[in-house]
């Protein structure tokens, strides 16, 4: 898993607020009880909320490097 943005973080429990809430109830046991366990958590809730709508930005972003700036 790819380290979770804060952005991405807040989308995901976002939209598990009103779509999925065993997944956020799961997440927040996790991000609330376990620090070092906090990233992970991040990243598993991001996925899902990746998985289940299809949108955020996947994981391995394709192609090369963004051109250059001249």
């Known amino acids: 898993m790819r380290h979770a943005t804060i952005h991405d973080v807040h989308a995901a429990v976002s939209w598990a607020l009103t779509h999925d809430l065993p997944a956020l109830l799961a997440y927040r046991q996790v991000a609330h009880t376990d620090r070092g366990a906090r990233p992970k958590a991040d990243a598993a809730l991001v996925a899902h909320w990746q998985q289940s709508t299809g ?16």
């Open 55 to 70: 949108s955020g930005r996947p994981a391995v972003l394709p192609g090369g490097p963004l051109p250059r700036r001249r």
